[in-house]
């Protein structure tokens, strides 16, 4: 995005990008069901390209569930996080792109020994957040797209707390199993942190 020339289409693919964001997983969990569906936008497509020869119910499949939920959180987040590198692109100094044209580098050549290099903190900090949170999932959006279908798939950390906590009135157990899970992120969190700081002394603290 950041290598796009026209602003107006710049814009266009800004716009389009964010706009998940703002919409809540009920909201989004209802598109993907409506597309996933048997007589779905997915399957109408997908049978129109000769690619299966008959509707799929994605939902109800356990082994399509992570892909459907990693794809659509890409999908949801992509624009939104893009925010936080094209921030920091822009704190990149011309004077270096100056530079680097005059010593003769090509636009990819900019992009691996310019912007990359001059972003490397942001990219560390994000990395060492990403890592303490591997253990977390978007309770909203699995919560929207299990059903007892899936739910050998879609029975995470955060859907048993809850299902244990509220459902069966277990609290003290559920909160246990919740502060085993934030001590597990913690030492993920401070082996990211560690690592990351011996590589390239780039770190949170």
Known sequence: ???????????????????PHFLSWVILGGILATWLADVGIINNLLMALKIIKEPISYLAEPQYFWSIIITSDIWKELGWSAIIY????????PEMYEAATIDGAGRF??????????????????????????????????????NQLNETSSNVIDVYVYQVGLRQSRFSYATAVGLIKSLISLVLLLSANFITKRMNNTSLF
Do not use: H
């Open 86 to 93: 094209l921030a920091a692109i822009t704190g990149v100094s």
């Open 1 to 19: 995005m950041n290598e796009i020339r026209s602003a107006r289409y710049k814009k266009l693919v800004q716009t389009i990008s964010y706009l």
């Open 109 to 146: 050549q900019k992009m691996f020994y310019v912007t990359l290099p001059s972003i490397k903190g942001t990219i560390t900090i994000l990395f060492i957040l990403a890592v303490s949170g591997i253990l977390n999932s978007n309770f909203d959006q699995i919560l929207v797209l299990k």
